[in-house]
């Protein structure tokens, strides 16, 4: 999610809250001075403080209430997610702005909890006053959550809440003793914030530190593999092995623009209709004009999906042509088969060219072109996986048997629902790659097995 859709979401729940507030606030008017102090001549009276403070704080509940469940439908399955710390492990292995996204909006989401509840109530000046008012709030969201189906109980949003509303408390508590006692006192209070900055400035500071990136084929979770029978065809190797790291061309936002547009110039096509939107990984490129063209660009390996939109126009159809029919068309967008490629028709009209881990000197070749060939003879869709990685260094991966001793250990990647693994057979290990964080293609374990009765293929990282 990008931090204008961010802002937008924000926005749009803000001037919901505003509306609700002004709403109930002339309800409230009604009430309490026509009713109450006319009618009934009632004599307690309110401070603007405590009406300001009210008002802010049914505001923000009203906002929370509306990213949460108005933001979304529901579409989910009402799932659980009990794995302590599943969602930063889930966020550390892709190190994707997304996933830390989620975790960091889910602490900031609690943190004007923290702050406006002390000055509500003096009675939450007391931490354990705001840690189960803050605990009730966030175990009623999760509840409600899987009750509707408007999203799933993750026991990591129930301590990122908890820890944003104890730094809202530690800063709101941090300013009162500041004003009251001076600043010697309020270390104490300060000290959740500083913690989780120091955590996450320590965490991001290693991750660029170290030479390669993350694996997303990490798992979040232990399978268990107690009850499993495990069953292996071939000797596994019990010696480690050197073999080499590769590196994408990953590209900047800047080339990958100017890649998008030289691509498009070969079309011949009006750049100054072009629209970018810009993720950290990806950029989608779009000319919206009487036939609209699109490209997925990824910046991490340079690969890209593309798709003329005039294949969807009456009387367009997908047509078989021989392969260098489609060489041909393929060269109009300077695009180059590799030599070596194995070729082979997919449907009417969809063709791929396949290359597995093929070396040439300090280079590997890796991945699938996809085309879609149109009966108005040009080619209208393409998606280029196939990538040229250059060899960065070599490097001492473990072993076959180490590698499995992993899996055995049930740390591996693997979806089941209730993350228990009956039968496990291998087939086959074979050395692949695979791509991180960074656009390093780094070496893993596949193992081509039958988990459960359905063909899979686990991966454990090499290095």
Do not use: C
Request: glycine content about 8%; overall charge neutral; cysteine-free.
């Amino acid at each position: 999610m990008r931090l204008q859709e961010i802002i937008g979401i924000v926005r749009e729940y803000f001037f919901l809250a505003l509306i609700a507030v002004m709403v109930l606030g002339v309800i409230f008017f009604i009430g309490y001075f026509l009713i109450y102090r006319k009618l009934l001549k009632g004599k307690k009276r309110l401070s603007k403080k405590q009406l300001l403070l009210s008002g802010m704080f049914t505001g923000y509940v009203i906002m929370v209430i509306g990213v949460t469940f108005l933001n979304r439908g529901p579409n989910f399955q009402g799932g659980m997610n009990l794995s302590f710390f599943s969602s930063y492990r889930e966020a550390w292995h892709s190190f994707s702005v997304r996933h830390w996204q989620f975790v960091i909006l889910n602490i900031f989401m609690f943190v004007p909890l923290g702050i406006l509840l002390p000055l509500l109530h003096s009675r939450f000046k007391k931490a354990f006053w705001i840690i189960g008012a803050a605990a009730l709030f966030t175990l009623t969201i999760e509840s409600v959550q899987l009750m509707t189906k408007y999203g799933n109980f993750v026991v990591d949003d129930l301590f990122n809440n908890l820890l944003g509303a104890i730094i809202g408390y530690g800063v709101v508590m941090g300013i009162i003793t500041i004003k009251e006692k001076g600043v010697k006192h309020s270390f104490l209070y300060f000290s959740p914030l500083f913690l989780v900055v120091v955590l996450f400035g320590s965490m991001f500071t290693y991750y660029h530190l170290k030479e390669f990136g993350n694996l997303s084929i990490m798992p979040t979770y232990r399978i268990d593999m107690t009850q499993a029978t495990t069953t292996v065809d071939n000797q596994l190797d019990i010696h480690r092995t050197t073999v080499p790291v590769y590196k994408a061309p990953s590209y900047t936002n800047t080339a990958a623009d100017e890649f998008v547009m030289a691509f498009f110039e070969k079309k011949n096509l009006d750049l100054s209709k072009m629209e970018v939107i810009a993720y950290q990984n990806e950029g989608v490129y779009w000319i919206r004009d009487e036939i609209s063209y699109n490209i997925w660009f990824h910046y991490l390996d340079g690969s890209y999906s593309y798709t003329d939109f005039s294949s969807y126009n009456e009387g367009i159809e997908p047509k078989d042509v021989g392969e260098e029919t489609i060489i041909d068309g393929l060269l109009q967008f300077g695009i180059h088969v590799p030599r070596g490629s194995l070729f082979q028709k997919v449907d009417t009209g969809s063709y791929e060219w396949t290359v597995d881990k093929k070396v040439r000197e300090n280079q590997l070749i890796d991945g699938v072109l996809r085309v879609g060939y149109f009966n108005d003879d040009t080619v209208k869709i393409i998606e280029n996986h196939l990538i040229t990685y250059d060899k960065v260094k070599d490097v001492q991966i473990k072993s076959e048997q180490e590698a499995y001793q992993e899996i055995s250990n049930g740390k591996f990647q693997y979806v089941s629902e209730n993350k228990r693994i009956e039968s496990l057979h291998i087939h086959k290990v074979e050395v692949s790659y695979h791509l991180d964080s960074k656009g390093y293609y780094q070496p893993v374990y596949a193992f081509l097995s039958t988990v459960n009765g359905m063909e899979t293929t686990i991966l454990i990282p090499g290095i």
